[in-house]
């Protein structure tokens, strides 16, 4: 059962979240925030090219198609890819809200065997925000949107600056991050999460 950890439940305070006035229009692509994301880059050569979009309020729906790259058991998705597919399409919501955030905790549900060459499809949402704590939840389903649910997960993601990542991040790829001469590149491999 996922959402029963005491970390992923709202405090009473909670409030509901707010959808930026400047967040992409309901069924607007989001691209990559970053080139060489594994969740999203499009340079990324082992990544899983997941392609992200903009729902109702703060909520997001994704694609990924599994690849025999991404096999655990022959012929099978592995865990720890489904489990990068729902952190991925959770983190996109933080695009929503316009909040630079990272995932603090991520408890997810496997409920079903997925095999190469299914595509997920997602859809995620914010439940709640507290302070820094942002609350939210996500489904994948096989093959199609209202395909069988084969992975489940409960998220909560934690404002930080970016400094964050200029502090963390290897030197080299934040500087080439900062020098991207596209700034609306530059902007959102940092302000979503490299
Ligand atoms: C489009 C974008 C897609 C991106 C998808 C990918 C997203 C990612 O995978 S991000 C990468 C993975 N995550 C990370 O690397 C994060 C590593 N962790 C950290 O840097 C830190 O622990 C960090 C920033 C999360 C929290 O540290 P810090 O800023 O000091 O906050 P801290 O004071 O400890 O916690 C703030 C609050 O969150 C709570 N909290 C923090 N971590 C957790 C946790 N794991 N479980 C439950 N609660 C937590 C704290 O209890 C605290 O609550 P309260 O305010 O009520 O006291």
């Not at 065997?113 to 859809?123: K, M, R």
């Not at 507290?130 to 939840?137: E, W």
């Amino acid at each position: 059962m996922s959402g029963t950890s005491p970390g992923l439940t709202p405090p009473a305070d909670a409030k509901q979240p707010a959808r930026h006035a400047d967040a992409p229009a309901p069924g607007e692509l989001l691209g990559a925030h970053y080139d060489q994301c594994f969740g999203c880059g499009g340079d990324q050569p082992h990544g899983l090219h997941l392609a992200a979009r903009a729902g109702e309020g703060v909520s997001i729906t994704a694609e990924f198609t599994v690849r025999p790259e991404h096999q655990g058991a022959p012929g099978l998705a592995h865990g720890g890819v489904l489990a990068t597919a729902l952190d991925e399409t959770l983190g996109s919501l933080n695009w929503l809200l316009r909040t630079i955030a990272v995932t603090g905790r991520l408890e997810t549900d496997f409920v079903r065997p997925v095999p190469v060459g299914t595509t997920l499809h997602l859809a995620a949402e914010v439940t709640a925000v507290a302070g820094r704590k942002i609350y939210s939840t996500a489904t994948g389903r096989i093959g199609a949107p209202d395909g069988p649910v084969a992975v489940r997960a409960d998220a909560l993601f934690i404002e930080v600056k970016v400094d964050h990542f200029i502090d963390h991040g290897r030197e080299e790829e934040i500087r080439a991050a900062m020098e991207d001469p596209d700034q609306i590149r530059r902007a959102r491999a940092f302000e979503v999460n490299p």
